[in-house]
């Protein structure tokens, strides 16, 4: 049987490998994953008594239009409760708006290095993809503007972006949002919202109202800590979201994934502790970088990407090899560079002890 044949192009996603199998092959008692952004601090203690009070559920399809939840979240988010999309995960929204917007006839423009779902997504659809390199890290918003034509319907902003932890300023976003054409969708992806500091970050849910063809999406994978569950969502205009709603899937978010969402909207306190924590781990790499004289971007995320000089999959073996997973950057478009989560004070003490060694 023929498949598409952009799909002979594309590599299966590949997850790293599991804890018990690196027990297994090195010998170790313990591991710790700092590669894929977890929060290290788990959720909130809410978070388990929802989940238990639907365990008696389960024989049950969730509510497809996910309304306690919708109405829990539109208020948090001051936004009209008809301006959610729920995904399984938010790579599923992305997913959505590329199975609605993307055929081989059209085009989508991003940066370069990004979140890799955009480019994956826009293969499988047939799209040409229109890739800008980054410019220190950051968007090259101008050389992106230049890349829209006629054809092109998405053009995604991955802000903080993922892999590097840059983020694009209210100061640059606005008169970018001005010269998009009203017919291109400008996806802002916030998957790391809850975790910015930075003062000038736009708060991005009020251009909605002026700007129709803005898509917002967040997830409840990272501060929240609720990745296994697999829940993010996206906000937008409307009109736009009741166009696109039937590429979505029926069911496409569990009941335990809801009720544990709803649950972990009402323990802010927690996401805010998280996040100072965060910027306290965030400094103890900087502080190790700055002794070094290593290269990294200051993040507004819950990782930092290193520059060691040399093959980030040699850091990563070296590391591996003594229990703790990180994200080689050869797999990231920067290959003398590794990815690492932010964990614990004392995760982030154990690595940095190791890093020491290795840089020695």
């Given at each position: 049987m023929k498949v598409k044949e952009q799909l002979l192009t594309l590599s299966p996603y590949k997850p790293g490998k599991p804890i018990e199998e690196v027990k297994k092959e090195y010998g170790l008692q313990e591991i710790i994953k700092l590669a894929s952004n977890e929060n290290p601090h788990g959720c909130s203690p809410n978070v388990k008594a929802a989940i238990e009070a639907e365990l008696e559920n389960m024989a049950l399809y969730p509510d497809g239009y996910a309304a306690a939840l919708r109405e829990k979240l539109a208020k948090h988010l001051n936004v009209n409760e008809k301006q959610l999309i729920f995904g399984n995960g938010s790579d599923e929204v992305i997913q959505v708006l590329c199975r609605a917007l993307l055929s081989p006839d059209t085009n989508t423009v991003m940066a370069a290095p990004t979140f890799p779902q955009y480019r994956h997504n826009a293969v499988i659809e047939g799209a040409e993809i229109r890739e800008i390199p980054l410019i220190e890290g950051d968007h090259d918003l101008n050389a992106m503007l230049k890349a829209i034509d006629e054809q092109t319907r998405i053009v995604w902003v991955c802000t903080p972006n993922n892999p590097t932890g840059t983020y694009v300023n209210e100061k640059t976003l606005i008169p970018f949002l001005d010269a998009v054409p009203d017919s291109v969708l400008v996806v802002l992806d916030e998957a790391y919202y809850e975790y910015v500091s930075a003062a000038d970050f736009p708060e991005s849910?009020?251009?909605?109202?002026?700007?129709?063809?803005?898509?917002?999406?967040?997830?409840?994978?990272?501060?929240?800590?609720?990745?296994?569950l697999r829940i993010g969502y996206g906000i937008a205009n409307e009109e736009l979201l009741q166009r696109i709603e039937p590429a979505r899937e029926p069911f496409n978010t569990s009941r335990m994934a809801q009720a544990a969402a709803y649950a972990a909207l009402e323990d802010q306190f927690f996401i805010e502790h998280c996040k100072q924590l965060n910027n306290e781990g965030l400094k103890q790499f900087y502080d190790f970088c700055d002794q070094h004289q290593l290269h990294y971007y200051p993040s507004e995320t819950n990782f930092i990407l290193i520059d060691f000089g040399r093959q980030g999959d040699e850091v990563f073996q070296y590391l591996l090899e003594r229990g703790i997973i990180v994200r080689s950057g050869n797999a990231l478009g920067f290959p003398t560079s590794v990815r690492i989560t932010v964990g614990s004070k004392q995760q982030n003490e154990k690595i940095i002890s190791l890093l020491e060694q290795f840089v020695q």
């Open positions: 849910t009020p251009l909605l109202q002026k700007y129709p063809n803005l898509m917002i999406l967040r997830t409840f994978s990272k501060a929240y800590g609720l990745a296994s």
